[in-house]
């Protein structure tokens, strides 16, 4: 049984709604209903009345209800325990940070921080997209960093959460070069010959994007996925063994397109074939957590009282984007 199960079915309990709950759990409607079912297994007994609208509890769904609730708030009172004892992590400030941004945007994103905003110890959490979003939701981390397009939105909570915007990213289409330094494969491709494709696993945050470049393109592109994975790192990887074209962010390729060992595999009258997305950083608002951490020795002030690191951090961010 995983905790994120009962704060799901809590979630439930309290929206009376599968719709609005997987929302708020930020996971899809599916993916939602399989975990309340798998709940429902390792109880052994029903816990929603799936024949009522809108959704009830079971009888045994409400006795598991009052129980969870005292669960979780066990088990955050023992992580708020157990964080006072990490004195010597104190003043590391914490980043969930989706795979693609770790590999690529955030090392050379805190090299710039360091020359402008002085030296940060830092703890960098990297996940895919779903889960670096909940670690922000359960107060498991101090910033999130991920890319934002108003097509895909986070359904986070603006009374709650606060955001900056770091910069931007692009997405294009990349390809290992021939001999003569030319495309090995060049878009559109034609329909009796499809392209291989290097392409995002189903769900990948970078894929839907990659969709949406797709569907917006003003040709018909021809594909055929050869193979996915979640990570660009992956994708950059194969294409650069010469396995068909992979759509990448431009800051995991800068060096090889430098190098001349990735080029473009959009054609000039093809200037549709990209997408840029922000690169933001998100936190939760201050007043809504039950206390910050304390700033290290060396932590800045605020009229005469010491920040967080975090907090620092976060007005020097807020300052660099006005």
Known sequence: METKWLEDFVSLAETRSFSRSAQLRHVTQPAFSRRIQSLEAWAGSDLVDRSSYPTRLTPAGETLYAQSLEVLQALQ?????????ATAAQDVI???????????F????????????????SRLIALN????????????????????????????DADRYEMVSLGEELV??????????????????????????????????????????????????HFDRVYETDMAEGLKAMALEGHGIAFLPTSAVQKELRAKRLVSAAPPELKDL????DVRAYREHPNSRESLKPASA????????????AQALWDFLVAQGR
């Open 77 to 85: 009172t023992t992580r708020a325990m157990l964080r006072g004892h």
């Open 94 to 104: 914490e980043f969930a940070v989706p795979h693609t941004l770790a590999f690529t």
């Open 106 to 121: 955030f090392p050379a994103w805190v090299s710039g921080l360091r020359d402008q905003f002085g030296p940060i110890k």
């Open 129 to 156: 997209v779903h889960d670096a979003v909940m670690r922000l939701v359960e107060g498991s981390c101090d910033l999130l960093i991920a890319y934002h397009h108003p097509s895909q939105p986070y359904q986070l």
């Open 172 to 221: 294009a289409p990349y390809v290992k070069p021939d001999v003569h330094g030319n495309p090995l494969y060049e878009l559109p491709g034609k329909a009796g010959r499809p392209l291989p494709y290097l392409g995002y696993a189903p769900g990948a945050y970078l894929g839907q994007m990659v969709e949406l470049i797709l569907k917006r393109c003003s040709a018909p592109i």
């Open 274 to 277: 990209h997408i840029v997305m």
């Open 298 to 309: 060396s932590g800045r002030l605020a009229n005469g009282v010491p920040k967080s690191n």
